[in-house]
C-alpha cells in the first residue's frame, strides 16, 4: 500500500509539469513578422485585411490564420503556425494558407 501512494506521489508533480509544459514551450517560439524574409516572400500580413489583392488575387477576406490547417490552436487568440514554425495571429493570412477541414 505504501508503494502505491508513494508511486501517487510521485506521478502528481510529474502531471503538473506536463501540464505546463506546452504552455512554456510555445513561450519559446518567436513571434512571426512581416519584416522576416520568408514571410515576405509569402506574402504574411499582420491583418488579413492588409493583403495586397492585386498581388493576391485567390485571397478572400474570409481567409485568416485561425481558418488554416498550419495554425496549432484554432481556438487561440495567438497560436504556432508549423509552416513558419513562430507565433502568428489568429487575424492574419499568408499565401500558405490552407483551409481547415
Ligand atoms: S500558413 Fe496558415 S497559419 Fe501560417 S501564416 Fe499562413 S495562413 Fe497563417
Known amino acids: 500500500m505504501t508503494q ?4 501517487i506521489f510521485k506521478l502528481i508533480p510529474l502531471a503538473g ?13 518567436p ?4 519584416e522576416d524574409g520568408m514571410a515576405k516572400a ?3 500580413r499582420s491583418s488579413t485585411d492588409k493583403v495586397d ?3 493576391y488575387p485567390k485571397h478572400a477576406g474570409d481567409q485568416v490564420c485561425a481558418k ?5 490552436t484554432p481556438a487561440a487568440d495567438t497560436a504556432k503556425c508549423d509552416l513558419f ?3 502568428v495571429p489568429k487575424g492574419a493570412w499568408c499565401s500558405g494558407y490552407s483551409r481547415r477541414p
Not at 502505491?4 to 508511486?7: A, G, L, T
Not at 488554416?68 to 496549432?72: F, I
Open 4 to 7: 502505491r501512494r508513494d508511486f
Open 17 to 29: 509539469a506536463a501540464a505546463l509544459l506546452p504552455r512554456a514551450a510555445l513561450a519559446d517560439v
Open 31 to 34: 513571434a512571426l513578422t512581416e
Open 42 to 44: 509569402m506574402g504574411f
Open 53 to 55: 489583392q492585386a498581388k
Open 68 to 72: 488554416c490547417l498550419h495554425y496549432a
Open 85 to 87: 514554425s513562430k507565433i
